[in-house]
């Protein structure tokens, strides 16, 4: 099931081409808004008791493993746009590639960003999860840990993915389905 959105805010309709500069002012992805938004509410339910665990006899050592990946989450993230800043688009700028990117993370992956989101909120899932082990029982904490990575992978399986895809599939109308049949939309290839 998917629902593709004609609107401003998922299809990037005021995108500049490669060619154009980009539009004054600085946009921000609602992709990016999404993905804050999950941020501030696992920081606003996880912080509180992970700065506390200690308290609890939770081993600390794991949770700095845990940080450790959601460090790298990020700087994966970095990494992705800056390759597509090569290839000639700027997803921060709302700036379209001439061409398809397909290489780098694109190869395994259609949404690399959003696939390294969904890896970061399962992480922050396994901390919350963790600390409950050691901690007083916090149902919130832990309804969270469950709902919140399975309802930031609909929305952007069921909304955000496919309004990109159907842009795509019409900036790139003979690319985009080859592209599309040998990269599966989370991760993988055909």
Known sequence: MSIAFRANVFDE??????????????KFAPTFVIDLAFTVVY????????????????????TFVIAALFSACYVGKILVVRHLDKKGGDARAYVKSEELVADGPFAYSRHPTYALA??????????????????????????????????????NDWIVMPSEEAMLAELHPAAYPVYAGRVRRWFGRR
């Open 43 to 62: 920081l606003a339910l996880v912080m509180p008791n992970w700065m506390a665990a200690a308290r609890y006899g939770a081993p600390v050592l794991p």
């Open 118 to 155: 969904l890896a970061q909120f399962l992480l922050w899932s396994v901390l919350a999860l963790y600390l409950q082990a050691y901690e007083p029982w916090r149902p919130l904490m832990t309804g969270a840990a469950f709902v919140l990575p399975v309802a930031f992978f609909l929305i």
């Open 13 to 26: 309709r005021d995108s500049a081409s490669a060619a154009e500069a980009p539009k004054a002012g600085f």
